[in-house]
């Protein structure tokens, strides 16, 4: 199907619009009127430039409060019109979006709304242009789409018809079902947006929370199944107001609207059948879910902190790379590279890249770039094993792996291996990893992993913290094999905030309370957990005074769910990173959530003073 965005969902001129919603692949535009009035560019040359980059203009908008006035009211509106027609003639658009009326002028009359929008479809079609009526969630006496339906049905004008925007239908529960009952020719043009569930004020949920298919609550995929089944085959278009993208990056935020319309025909695919599936719905290659993590990689100016944390841990040095500066440390199935020679550890150990055990790798990639994600170059010497890699959103690699497969090359081929044994202790593989996303960022990052890797998003959390509101969102495959935590990198906004965006890598371990008396017997720093936080804990909880007293004294954290217990305790941070262990008891699924405060409050105490007088961070 064609795909469209509305230039408001971008920010910047409207040339740059333009450039960014060419370049991610876009066929067509809705041009928001104040895009061109405040800019210096004629309607022909809008229409050259959107020509070169191979974008139709599918629609003009908005057109407001012209229906169901008193005939002066009347006489003004057509003359406006007219004006807008001349425009449109320049700029090669054929489409005027006519939104239902807010204005107090306008009276609750269907005759005369319908009679009015067929004066204006009449004027309209003696320069060649449709009119898609659209009703605002908020309109003033039509806001939902089956009483748009019945005027623009009693207007009965062959250039007049419905814009369907999925926001408005969805926001106010009308059901989508019975646009089913439109017919296609009557569908003009369909507006798709996202938002989070939120209580709020319908216009200003609208105008500030709009965001892309797939990153939000609303179930847009069902809608467009619906006008699908019409036989609908206009553009498919997004139009998202949202506070953030008007700041972000044009060019950014115009590929992760294509990840979303890629995404969302996949999804619409998936509920249609055959024979209501029009054969233009794009497929992407499916997606490839991982099955576990291969590996997490820690760049590091030197070893010796982390190393020394590593061996406290259980883990023990396997091999190192045959021609780059990377160790491999290993326990069971937990496997951590050590990198000294990435510039991006400067600051400190950072976590740069992961490996996820993928059953066909190149399949991965192949998916990874239909969703618009950047291929990594494969930089290596000739003998190397060839890696299959691409970059998240916020600069973490991700490698997909098959380790120790006969059929496939293993990653593992390049490390030579130390004479040592590997680790046996009992941390047996890599739970989740956490990563901090820049906070213009966050829903991007969800919709990454979720689209690319197949993820399944879990619920949006906030967690308060001593600085501000930390946003986190897990994402994991179904069987809990690869899992990972995203939160909101929070920017300090005063003098005494701590300056941090922590990464952290959660270990998995069948006997916690072994591994955390391994850790203090080698005399390696762990967070230390206030007490405040053991008699909040009993007061919650009844486990016995023997368990209170247990984890109280090894400093370690406990959460429940309705599936089972979960056991946890951190290192300390260096650089930008820490260590979790984690021992899952029963299917507990979550992360413990509720510990973040104590554990983000712990950190600030433990990290502030050092930190302070030293800011610097790039997100
Ligand atoms: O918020 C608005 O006014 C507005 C304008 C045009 C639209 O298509 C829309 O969905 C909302
Ligand atoms: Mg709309």
Known sequence: MRR????????????????????????GVEIFENDLVAGPMSPEEVRSRAADLGLSIDLYQPFRDFEAVPPPVLARNLRRAEHKFAVMERLGATCMLVCSSVSPDSVDDDALAAEQLHALAERAAR?????????????????DYLHAWRIVRAADHPNLGLCLDSFHILARDVDPYAIETIPAEKIFFLQLADAPALPMDVLYWSRHYRC????????????????????????????????????AAAMRTAQDAMRSLVALEEAVDHRLDRTSRPAALSKAPSPVVPSGFAFAELATPDTEALGGLLTALGFARTGVHAHKPVELWEQNEAR????????????????????LESPDPAAAVKR??????????????????????????????LFFCRTGHPDHPSWTGDFSQDPGEAGTGEITHIDHVALTQPWHHFDEASLFYRSVLGLRP??????????GLMRSRAVSTEDGRVRIALNVAYVGAHDGAPDVAWQHLALAS?????????????????????????????????????????????????????????????TATTGRVFLEVVQRLGGYRGYGAPNAPVRLAAQYADQGGRRRGSRSRSS
């Open 127 to 143: 320069h060649g242009i449709r009119i898609a009526y659209e009703a605002l969630a908020w309109g003033r006496h039509v806001s």
């Open 336 to 355: 951590i590279l050590l990198n000294t020679g990435s510039p991006e550890s400067q600051d400190g150990p950072v976590l740069g890249a992961i490996g």
């Open 4 to 27: 469209s965005i509305a230039t408001v969902s971008l920010s910047g001129s409207l040339p740059d619009k333009l450039t960014a919603i060419g370049a991610a692949g876009f066929d």
């Open 368 to 397: 990874a770039e239909a969703l618009l994600a950047p291929v990594l170059p494969r930089l290596r010497a000739p003998e190397d094993v060839p890696l299959d890699a691409v970059a998240a959103p916020d600069g973490t690699e």
């Open 458 to 467: 879990h619920e949006s959390l906030e967690l308060p913290d001593p600085y």
């Open 510 to 570: 069948t006997d916690i309370v072994t591994t955390v008396r391994r850790l203090r017997d080698a005399g390696a720093a762990q967070l230390a957990i206030p007490d405040n936080y053991y008699d909040d804990l009993e007061a919650r909880y009844d486990l016995g005074a023997e368990r209170h007293r247990l984890l109280r004294e090894l400093g370690l954290l406990y959460d429940r769910d309705d599936h089972g217990e979960f056991l946890h305790f951190y």
């Open 212 to 247: 892309f298919p797939g990153q939000g609550d609303l179930d847009v995929a069902g809608l467009v199944g619906h006008v699908l089944r019409t036989g609908y085959d206009g553009p498919l278009s997004l139009e998202v107001f949202n506070d953030i993208f008007r700041q």
